[in-house]
């Protein structure tokens, strides 16, 4: 059943939906109608109720492009009960009508920039596509741009475990209005440009316990065999099951990208003096850190923010703040 509002503009613009269906069967053989209408249902109606509330006078151009956006990611498998990404379907029913006032006005780069947010986040592993999706529909009244949709989008999902977002991120908010900028990340009564400083400067801010990235493939983790790693600028290299990745950490979350063999080669395998390994224990300076892994043929690689710690003993890789 879907909304008296949806039910009447499809009734009154009936030979022209049905033409844009049957244009994308002819593109998309494979289209499950069921499908299609199945999501018409679930996760286009919702937003066409909101843009109805919002902005009565546009809700017939957002029905038809939603339509029509609606078509191309069923046809592609992206959307509906059967969506690859079953995350896409939840941002447009739940998050998607919270943008009302923007849809209103540009319902294609809205509907698509989240729909590509959502496709990205759930692709990542380790990221948390509900903490970005719920964190962006707690300010979705704040953001008046499509801009400022982008920037706030793209900062969320850094902190959502999007490591590697971090630079990008941190422009992205530069663009923002400061109160905004602070909104984003949950710090509304601290000055933007001291945030800001602190967050470039220091990758691991709030988070002084580091983390643990990676387990035995066969048990859904990373890495075939115990990884070995060593430190570039942009994170780790890792050797592990004759495959080479990039690891990319923080405070927010890590990710692993493919690399190759010369950059593991080329990478530093040096350790600062400051750190020392004495059996299980490292210590960083001052600090004492007791490590629950058994002693002995421990490895350390460090660049200017982190310290990773592997071992022959599990697949896992310690991460921890140099500072």
Same mark, same amino acid.
């Given at each position: 059943?879907?909304?008296?509002?949806?039910? =009447?503009?499809?009734?009154?613009?009936?030979?022209?939906?049905?033409?844009?269906? $049957?244009?994308?069967?002819?593109?998309?053989?494979?289209?499950?109608?069921?499908?299609?209408?199945?999501?018409?249902?679930?996760?286009?109606?919702?937003?066409?109720?909101?843009?109805?509330?919002? +902005?009565?006078?546009?809700?017939?151009?957002?029905?038809?492009?939603?339509?029509?956006?609606?078509?191309?990611?069923?046809?592609?498998?992206? $959307?509906?009960? +059967?969506?690859?990404?079953?995350?896409?379907?939840?941002? %447009?029913?739940?998050? $998607?009508?919270?943008?009302?006032?923007?849809?209103?006005?540009?319902?294609?780069?809205?509907?698509?920039?989240? =729909?590509?947010?959502?496709?990205?986040?759930?692709?990542?592993?380790?990221?948390?596509?509900?903490? %970005?999706?719920?964190?962006?529909?707690?300010?979705?009244?704040?953001?008046?741009?499509?801009?400022?949709?982008? +920037?706030?989008?793209?900062?969320?999902?850094?902190?959502?475990?999007?490591?590697?977002?971090?630079?990008?991120?941190?422009? +992205?908010?530069?663009?923002?209005?400061?109160?905004?900028?602070?909104?984003?990340?949950?710090?509304?009564?601290?000055? %933007?440009?001291?945030?800001?400083?602190?967050?470039?400067?220091?990758?691991?801010?709030?988070?002084?316990?580091?983390?643990?990235?990676?387990?035995?493939?066969?048990?859904?983790?990373?890495?075939?065999?115990?990884?070995?790693?060593?430190?570039?600028?942009?994170?780790?290299?890792?050797?592990?099951?004759?495959?080479?990745?990039?690891?990319?950490?923080? $405070?927010?979350?890590?990710?692993?990208?493919?690399?190759?063999?010369?950059?593991?080669?080329?990478?530093?395998?040096?350790?600062?003096?400051?750190?020392?390994?004495?059996?299980?224990?490292?210590?960083?300076?001052?600090?004492?850190?007791?490590?629950?892994?058994?002693?002995?043929?421990?490895?350390?690689?460090?660049?200017?923010?982190?310290?990773?710690?592997?071992?022959?003993?599990?697949?896992?890789?310690?991460?921890?703040?140099?500072?």
């Amino acid at each position: 059943m879907i909304s008296p509002a949806f039910a =009447s503009i499809l009734a009154s613009g009936r030979a022209q939906f049905n033409a844009r269906a $049957a244009e994308a069967r002819r593109r998309f053989p494979a289209l499950d109608m069921a499908a299609f209408s199945a999501f018409l249902r679930d996760g286009v109606d919702p937003l066409v109720v909101a843009v109805a509330a919002a +902005a009565p006078e546009r809700v017939g151009g957002v029905t038809l492009a939603a339509y029509d956006m609606a078509l191309e990611l069923v046809g592609h498998g992206l $959307a509906g009960p +059967a969506a690859k990404t079953p995350f896409l379907n939840t941002v %447009w029913r739940e998050l $998607a009508p919270s943008f009302a006032p923007l849809l209103s006005t540009a319902p294609v780069d809205v509907l698509g920039m989240l =729909s590509n947010a959502a496709l990205h986040i759930a692709s990542v592993a380790g990221a948390r596509p509900a903490q %970005w999706q719920r964190e962006l529909a707690a300010l979705a009244a704040r953001i008046a741009t499509l801009a400022q949709l982008r +920037a706030v989008g793209q900062v969320l999902a850094w902190r959502a475990g999007v490591a590697h977002f971090r630079q990008g991120a941190l422009a +992205a908010a530069d663009t923002l209005p400061p109160a905004l900028a602070l909104a984003a990340f949950g710090e509304p009564g601290a000055p %933007w440009p001291q945030v800001r400083a602190q967050l470039q400067e220091n990758p691991w801010r709030g988070n002084a316990d580091g983390r643990e990235f990676g387990s035995f493939t066969g048990l859904g983790g990373a890495f075939g065999t115990p990884p070995l790693v060593r430190a570039s600028a942009d994170g780790f290299v890792v050797y592990s099951g004759e495959r080479h990745y990039l690891l990319v950490a923080d $405070a927010y979350g890590a990710v692993l990208h493919s690399a190759m063999a010369q950059e593991f080669e080329q990478a530093n395998a040096d350790m600062p003096a400051s750190v020392r390994l004495d059996g299980a224990t490292l210590q960083i300076g001052a600090r004492r850190i007791e490590l629950d892994v058994p002693a002995g043929d421990m490895a350390i690689a460090a660049n200017a923010h982190t310290i990773a710690v592997t071992s022959p003993w599990t697949h896992a890789i310690r991460l921890l703040p140099l500072a």
